[in-house]
Nanobody, 120 residues
Framework: QVQLVESGGGLVQAGGSLRLSCAAS????????MGWFRQAPGKEREFVAS????????YYADSVKGRFTISRVNAKNTMYLQMNSLKPEDTAVYYC?????????????WGQGTQVTISS
C-alpha cells in the first residue's frame, strides 16, 4: 500500500517562502499525475496545484498562480511545492495525493499533511 508523507511546513512571516515535499513509498508513482491540496481551519479541502507524470504540464488554483511552483523528481518518488510571497490566507494543512483525473480530482488515502502557518 502506498504511503504519502508530506514535510517542509512551518511558521513564516507574510512575504516569506517555504518548500514542501511529498514522498511516496510502498510503490512507485509511475504514470500518475499528482497534486497538492490544502485545508484551512473550518474550511473544506481545496485544490492547490497539480503536475503530470512527466512534469510537462502543471495546473494551479487562481489563488496561488504566479506564487507557487509544483515540480517532481520521479527517480526519488518525490513531489515538491515551492511557495513564495506567502500570505496569511495560505495558512492551512497541506496534503499531496495522486490524481484520478486531470487536473484536480484526487484519489486514495490522505496522509498526515504538513502545517503551514503564515503570520501577518
Amino acid at each position: 500500500q502506498v504511503q504519502l508523507v508530506e514535510s517542509g511546513g512551518g511558521l513564516v512571516q507574510a512575504g516569506g517562502s517555504l518548500r514542501l515535499s511529498c514522498a511516496a513509498s510502498g510503490r512507485s508513482n509511475t504514470g500518475y499525475a499528482m497534486g497538492w491540496f490544502r485545508q484551512a481551519p473550518g474550511k473544506e479541502r481545496e485544490f492547490v496545484a497539480s503536475i503530470t507524470w512527466s512534469g510537462g504540464s502543471t495546473y494551479y488554483a487562481d489563488s496561488v498562480k504566479g506564487r507557487f511552483t509544483i515540480s517532481r523528481v520521479n527517480a526519488k518518488n518525490t513531489m515538491y511545492l515551492q511557495m513564495n510571497s506567502l500570505k496569511p490566507e495560505d495558512t492551512a494543512v497541506y496534503y499531496c495525493n495522486f490524481l484520478r483525473s486531470w487536473p484536480r480530482e484526487a484519489f486514495g488515502s490522505w496522509g498526515q499533511g504538513t502545517q503551514v502557518t503564515i503570520s501577518s
